[in-house]
């Protein structure tokens, strides 16, 4: 063994050192293999704090990598323990399933030397945490026993055994068990600004709440994936307070707690032993709640199991168990971010700012959870101009150097960064309020996937994590019912997987919302550019796509619909890289749901832009080579209801399907009109005639006109202001926030699912209001006197220069379409309409698009994609994929046999032809 040289000189480091110990050090999701080489790096170094930070990655992949190794698949676990009826004995059979699967995988013998190596690298890191609560000399016999350790699973040992057994042939079982197991960023020390401060501050909360014998032995139990790095500092912390018998160990929600070590829970219980639960801060505190119950369910008393946690605002209630907080004030970062504190850190770290006279400096903020303190100052030099600077939290350790690191590869594009010290960021501020153009965001996403490139796109490893491939699969969860559980990872997680691996994987920024740009003068430069990829929200990508859309998706709702179609064609120029349209489609999706933009979408925000993601894709696959129809009716006008005919919202949000975009096609393909005549708001038909290249249309049941570049044209003598007053006096009652002159009022079921409302209540509201009330099954819609739909496409009609034309189709399914179907020269319904529009309509055999698919046909004399003349282009597969899920409900019950029959197989293509399914 080589003797360790001695430690390194001491001080920040800044710059690329930040990323010194290789490619994988910038990466979130480094392997365990690769952490083991950093680790022996910074234990060779002298770095007590780094070597903790790559040791506990490495704990928390491995524990990880094993617990799924023991483990029957969680959804079953999770059904046994949660479903529909639970019993004491499928609770009780589902964590026998797993303590037995545990206790079987630590006799298999790849398995078994893999927990003993755990075991021993859990032991190395307890010693680290000491280390790094009181330095000292970095010790020669942890850091062979840590080089060793690297050595196992890094591919460096060559080593023999006594009996001549390779030990390398040890270390290839290791390798293969773990290497390749992933690294999960701690939220603790990445994003809420935690210290180890915090854990020893912790530890003498709790001695002081509760005085124990040093003797009595307690066990610390840090909830992954922070409690990796958490717990090892709080069972240190207690060690070093003078408690002499101290156990550490770390569990995952929703799996058993500490399976395989029954017998040391079992002595700890008959000692009288504690628990200590650790984790970082809580907001509701579920997770803290399930791992104490299951302690609780070992053996533990309730009054023998306490929370230690830093909290940002109060504690959370945790019914029977302690819980000894850490309220925000007393965090040690705010001792680092204090004025005097930050001062001296600038005069020190900034060249010539120990001269300037004066030095302000401002309150320091976070723009909200989880998000980095940030403090401008402004410093006054004696001849010359105030320099803005501003400092920020990064993190703790190369945690936090990597901002320095990604800065200095990306020179010109965010500031330039002055300082790393101690977890804090001195940069230099770049004033400017000028919208970032579409173009500069495009080459800033270009630039960092060119210098911050990965050699792999790990995100697919990530199971349970939440990466934006596994978001993307859980929004079509409500296609499958019941079943989802089951048929979501099978149907849906695999065209997700497909549909968001990058080809050209990086660190992406994963925050570009528009607010973080700043600029002026033609320059824009990029904050907030290192901790999306790091961020406590996981939503793990490596893919371009995931950081264009969080810009598109800003500026949309900003309503920059225009610069945001320009994000995704300006880097396609730059690059070279097409982005296909079910890879945008599902990356503005997520980006709806669970981005983290400038500010959070109410309910109703939401539901547009998703409708929107999803009517850009349908509308580039169906009708992107079609011509731009001109002026004049052409073959004739033909009226389309929206919600139930065009579309349907079994996925919280109205979503056209293959088929409706088939028949919308065919439509325009053979010189028809089609006009939109819905209930939905304005702004929602608006959307639609912008993406499918309408006319125009009727908003509201006719109560407004739309033309596109024209203004709207009320119909309607009042609006919906009266029902909206009424309404808001119900706390379950929400209101469409979208209509203006109708109200569209839902009620909000326990359960989250919003329905309309019941026939007392709706007559009560109208008769107060003077409005006729149309019932839906998710809504129910209040109605000005004399509006009508027919009533609203004859003044549109008059409007496009064609007064007293007769559509010559029409469709449409509810109640309120019953006059417009009679005047058209064909009115058609799904079968899904209600009785009384079976006199006025041809009724289809089919429901919903299949049942418009089927009246077009009759319209046409041939289905809609039926001749070379309207039949679309081949998708891609990826595409194909997407729009297979989005066909699921398009027939109703009816037609699912055989949608899932398609899905299985467009899912079978993907995996057989191994491609990644761009569409």
Known sequence: MTPRPPPGPAGPAAGPAGMRRGPWAADPHATVAELAGCLAGAARDGEALDAFLYAAGMLQAAEDRLAGSWTVPRRLVRHLQDGAAPTAG???????????????????????????????????????????????????????RLDRLAAQVDGRSAERSAGGRSADGRSAGLRRVLGSAVRRPPSCFCSFDQYPADLVELARRFDAARPLPAELPLLVVGVRTSGSYLGPLLAAALRQAGHRAVAGGTVRPGQAVLAGRERELAWLVAAGGQVLVVDDPPVTGRSLLEVATGLCARGFAADAVSVLVAVEREPPDLGPFRVVALPGADWRVRELVAPVAVEALVRRSVPGAAAWPRLEVGPAVSPG??????????????????????????????????????????????????????????????????????????????????????????????????????????????????????????????????????????????????????????????????EGAFSHLDLASCDPAWDLAGLAVSLTALGRPGEAAEVRAGYERLTGERIGAARWCLAQLVQVRHGPGDRPL??????????????????????????????GPGAGWCVLDLDGVVETDPLGFPAGSPLGMLALRALRAHGFRPLPATGRSLPELQDRCRAYGLAGGVAEYGAVVHLPGRP?????????????????????????????????????????????????????????????????????????PGVGKAAGVRALLAELGDPGAVPVFAAGDGPADAELLRWARLGTAPAHAPAELRSAARVSASAYQAGLAEGVAALLGHRPGGCPRCRPPRPAAGSRALLALLALPEAGPAGMPARFAELSLAVGRLALRGERGRG
């Open 369 to 530: 959870r989880g998000l980095h303190l940030s403090l401008p100052v402004a410093g006054h030099p004696a001849d010359g101009p105030p320099v803005p600077l501003r400092v920020e939290t990064v993190g703790l350790g190369h945690l936090g150097r990597r901002a320095a690191g990604y800065a200095a590869a990306l020179p010109g594009l965010v500031p330039e960064v002055l300082a790393v010290e101690d977890g804090l960021m001195v940069r230099r501020e770049l004033p400017g309020d000028t919208p970032v153009p579409a173009e500069a965001a495009a080459r800033y996403v270009a630039a960092r996937q060119r210098v911050l490139a990965l050699g792999a796109d790990r995100t697919a490893r990530l199971v349970g994590r939440g990466p934006v491939w596994e978001e993307a699969g859980r929004l079509f969860a409500p296609l499958f019912g019941r079943w989802a559980a089951v048929l979501r990872p099978l149907l849906a997680d695999p065209v997700a997987r497909a549909l968001t691996r990058a080809a050209r994987p990086y660190v992406v920024d994963g925050r570009t919302s528009a607010g973080r740009w700043t600029g002026r003068d033609g320059r824009w430069a990029k904050t907030d550019w290192a």
């Open 602 to 631: 109410d309910g109703a925000e939401r539901r547009r832009a998703s409708a929107r993601a999803v009517q850009g894709f349908l509308a580039e696959e169906y009708l992107g080579d079609l011509p731009v129809p001109g002026d």
């Open 712 to 784: 709207p044209l009320p119909l309607a003598d009042r609006d919906g202001a009266g029902v909206r007053a009424l309404a808001a006096r119900a706390a379950d009652l929400e209101v469409d926030p979208l209509a203006r002159w109708t109200a569209r009022v839902s009620r909000r079921q326990p359960d989250g699912r919003r329905t309309g409302l019941d026939g007392r209540t709706a007559g009560r509201i109208a008769a107060a209001t003077g409005t006729r009330a149309v019932r839906g099954e998710q809504q129910t819609d209040f109605l000005p």
């Open 90 to 144: 499928s609770r009780a059979g589902a964590a026998a399933l797993e303590r037995a699967a545990a206790a079987l995988a630590g006799r298999a013998p790849a398995l078994g030397a893999a927990v003993r190596w755990v075991r021993v690298l859990a032991g190395a890191t307890d010693d680290l945490a000491a280390l790094v609560l009181r330095p000292a000399p970095f010790p020669s016999a942890l850091y062979r």
